[in-house]
C-alpha cells in the first residue's frame, strides 16, 4: 500500500512536470509569434503615419485604416536626439498628473523592444526611433504558463493529501485490525490461567505463588482489554490522576531493576479529578515509563511531575537516560520507528494517538539532551462534567 502511494505520487509529479513543460515551450512559441506580429503592426504603422506627410502619392484610407487599427500597442516617436516627439496608445489622464510620466514610460519600452528606425528620405541625419511595447495578450501570453503552475501544483497537493489522508485512515484500520485479533487471541490463555490460579487456590501452601500470579494474570487480562479498545472510542469518565499514577509507577517500580529510583511530585496535591479513559491512559503512563528504564543502563532516575493548571493538567516524564538525538525526535511518535534491536515501534504512537485522538490532549518531547535524559510532556484538558437534564414538571 505504502509503496502504490510513492508510485501514484511520483507519477502525479510526472504528469504534472511534463503537462507544464509543455505548456511552458508552446507558450513561449506563441510569444515569440505575437512579439513578431506586433512588430510588423508597428513598422506598418510607422510607414503609414510617414506616408500622410505625401498623400499625392498614398492611398490616404488604408494608411489611415492602420493608423487606427492600432489601439492596444503602445507607441513613443522620438527625434535624432532621442527627444519625445509623438506617442499614442499611453494613458493621457496619467500624462496630465505626471509631467515625469512619458520619460519613465520611455525607459519602460526601450527595456521591452528594440526600436524601429525611420531615416528622413531628405535629410538623412534626421533619424526617428519608435519605440514600442506589448499588447494585453503578449501578457497574458506570457504569464499564463506561471498560472497554469500554481494550478496544477495546488492539485497535486490537495491530491497528495487526500492520498495520504486515506493512506492513514487504512494504516489506522491495519493497526486496529492487529490489535483486535492480538486481544481475541489472548483471551483464551488468559482464561485458562485464570482457571489454573483458582485451583491453585484450593492448596494453602501457594498462597504466596498464587497471590503474585494472579497479579500477573490481572495484568494480562488488562492489557488484552486495552487491545480490544484500540480503534473504539473510548468513554472518558472522571478518576483521580495522582492515584492512577501513582499505580503504574508502583507497578513498574517493582519490576526495574533496585538501582533505579522513582519519584513523584505533585506539588501539594493529593487528589487531582479529570476525564480519562483509565485503562488508556495508564497504557500510555507504562509506555513512557518504560521506555524510561529502556533509555538506561539499569540504573539512574525516573521522575513524574504532576501540575495543575487553570485548564489544564501537565505530566512530565524525565528519566536520566542516554537521551534522543535531534534527528530521531521528530520520527519517535511514528508508527514503526524505534531503536532498539526487538520491537515495532508502535508503542509511543499509539501513546499520541490515545491522549491527542481520545483524550484531545497533547504529547511530545518537551526537552532531551544526549547523555543527560529525556522528559515526555503530556497535557490534558480538566475537562467539564456534564451537567443533569434539568427535570421537567
Known sequence: MFQQFLNLRTGLALI????????IFYSQYLSRKIAAEERTKVEQWVEASKSLLNPASTDVRLAFKII????????IETDEKDSITNYVNLDSAAIEHDPLFLKKELQQLKSINSPILYTDPVDSSKVNRYYFGHTPLLGQVTYYPIVQLVIVALFILLTILSLRSSYRSVQNQVWAGMAKETAHQLGTPVSSLEGWVEMMKDQPE????????????????LVS????????????????????????????RKRAPGKVSFGIETHGLTELPVRISGPLFDWVIENLLKNALDAMDGKGSIEVDIREEKETVIIDVTDSGKGITRKNIAKVFKPGFTTKKRGWGLGLSLCKRIIEQYHKGQLFIKH?????????RIILNKGVDPKPAEKKE
Open 206 to 221: 501457594n498462597a504466596r505463588i498464587v497471590q503474585e500470579l494472579e497479579k500477573d494474570v490481572n495484568r494480562l487480562r
Open 368 to 376: 532531551s539532551e544526549l547523555g543527560k535524559g529525556t522528559t515526555f
Open 68 to 75: 487606427s487599427d492600432n489601439h492596444d500597442i503602445p507607441i
Open 16 to 23: 504534472a512536470i511534463c503537462i507544464v513543460t509543455g505548456t
Open 225 to 252: 482489554d486495552r487491545f480490544g479498545k484500540i480503534g473504539s472510542t473510548p468513554q472518558l469518565e472522571r478518576m483521580d490522576l495522582i492515584r492512577q499514577v501513582n499505580n503504574m509507577v508502583d507497578y513498574i
